[in-house]
């Protein structure tokens, strides 16, 4: 039977379309972004008579995108590295015990993964307001660590399996511990799977806007979706600047676009190690 060539294959090809898409889309809402709003309806396609930098000056003060983004970073980090702290040593102890109680214990949390959001929303704002965390960035933190930790704890099970258990024989014969095994042979072991992780989370959380709209809702404790959504809504209501919409969207985006750009290769090989073994 005749192959078909690599480069041909119908599979590839859908995915460069996608990708081409995506491209497209992304530069013309950049291109957009420096033409006026009158510009933007005559030629949507095509490039600025004029390149407005002010929209982008205009659009990062009065969305007031410096303290929400860093308000943003610090949530995000936090968060981070509260699922990585939580979901690694149980990820691991998951991995390793072989009693009755690992297998459903595992399952418990995969189960986590198909819980929607939007069915705890109500019972998780009570919870957070009768302990005062409402109107914080503590309790935003708790709450993306809270829903952070079924896909990590799944997807950190996964990749500790995947690691030889010689190494932790040798370390037991050394009389290391077992936590000494995980914190010293372990846990560097799967760093390539920590990195994935930790990029997978600030991806995720960095432009998350329900949870974000729901507990914090003082405008001083406003993160970048936030910041952004109170933007369009002055648009809608003070006048048409579009140009200076597609500037914040452009200022949200671009960021996580950059930490994709840099760190991708980790994602793709942290996915690849804990899904191959």
């Known amino acids: 039977m005749a192959t078909v060539p690599v480069r041909l294959r119908p599979g590839r090809l859908l995915v460069w379309l996608v990708v081409a898409f995506d491209l497209l889309v992304l530069l013309w809402l950049v291109l957009s972004s420096f033409k ?14 004029d390149w407005r930098l002010d929209n982008w000056a205009r659009a990062w003060e009065v969305s007031e995108f410096g303290p929400a983004i860093l308000r943003t970073v610090v949530v995000v980090a936090a968060t981070a590295l509260g699922t990585v702290v939580v979901a690694a040593p149980a990820a691991y102890a998951l991995s390793r015990l072989t009693t009755r109680t690992s297998g459903p214990l595992t399952t418990f949390f ?20 009768q302990l005062g965390l409402v109107n914080s960035l503590g309790g935003l933190i708790i ?22 258990g010689d190494l932790e024989e040798a370390a037991a014969l050394d009389g290391a511990g077992p936590l000494r095994t995980f914190w010293q042979i372990m846990l ?8 994935t992780l930790v ?25 970048l979706p936030l910041a952004l959504l109170n933007f369009m809504t002055r648009v809608q209501y003070s006048g048409a600047d579009w ?15 950059l930490v994709y750009l840099w760190l991708g290769r980790r994602i793709i090989e942290g996915m690849t190690l804990g899904s191959g073994k």
């Open 36 to 49: 006026s709003a009158g510009e933007i309806f005559a030629g949507p396609f095509g490039l600025p008579a």
């Open 188 to 195: 560097p072991l799967a760093r390539s799977g920590l990195v």
């Open 199 to 223: 990029i997978l989370n600030v991806i995720g959380h960095w432009s998350e806007g329900l949870l974000s709209l729901i507990f914090l809702q003082d405008p001083a404790q406003q993160t």
């Open 243 to 257: 140009g200076g919409l597609f500037a914040a969207i452009a200022i949200v985006i671009l960021p996580l676009l």
């Open 143 to 164: 709450v993306y660590v809270a829903t952070s930790i079924p896909f990590a704890v799944f997807f950190l099970t996964a990749f500790f399996r995947s690691l030889p």
């Open 110 to 129: 995969a189960m986590g993964l198909g819980v929607p959001i939007q069915a705890i929303m109500l019972p998780l704002f009570v919870a957070m307001s």
